[in-house]
């Protein structure tokens, strides 16, 4: 039974200032609306993950509420990683390998570099640079979440929400 990955990379978030930590950006409107949107089409995919783990940084934690929101997830289970802020690709695969088996399903919200490397790793493909709010629909056939590695993946889907209409 094949397992999916969603990798999300957070919405747009307001520029750094001089004095905010960059871990402390919060969402724009703009990344709130796109976030929704992208939810909104999640949902009308019927994507409804059994998990939901996002990075600790506001911007990662709203993107994660808002796609939560929009599928039915219970935005109170979402579960935060504290090394997704800054742990780079690794942190990553190994919140993914330590994902218990029962789960069939699992989207992760987080910050670029990060999610493009990861997405290129696990599958190979050429993803680009994942755009703000973008998202990356991975399956892996036959393995299980401890097996997750490079070259494992399957893209199904990318989306962003510049493809998507505006409402």
């Known amino acids: 039974m094949p397992i999916t990955l969603y990798i999300v990379r957070h919405a747009k ?5 001089m004095f905010m930590s960059d871990h402390d950006r919060q969402l724009t409107s703009d990344g709130i609306m796109a976030a929704a949107r992208i939810g ?15 990075s600790t940084a506001p911007r990662a934690k709203d993107t994660a509420k808002v796609i939560a929101e929009q599928i039915g997830y219970d935005p109170a289970t979402i579960q935060l990683n504290d090394l997704l802020f800054d742990g780079g690709p690794k942190a990553y695969l ?24 990861l997405a290129e790793f696990l599958t190979h493909q050429n993803i680009g ?4 709010g973008a998202v990356v629909a991975i399956t892996f056939d036959g393995t299980n979440w401890a097996e997750v590695s490079g070259r ?9 929400p510049k493809q998507l ?3």
């Open 13 to 17: 978030a307001e520029d750094r200032a």
């Open 40 to 54: 909104r089409y999640l949902h009308g995919k019927s994507i409804a993950p059994d998990a939901l783990i996002s």
């Open 94 to 117: 190994a919140a993914i390998n330590a994902l218990p088996n029962d789960l069939k399903s699992v989207m992760i919200v987080g910050h670029n570099p990060d999610v493009s490397y």
């Open 129 to 132: 640079s994942m755009s703000k």
């Open 152 to 160: 494992t993946g399957s893209v199904v889907f990318q989306i962003a």
């Open 165 to 167: 209409p505006q409402e």
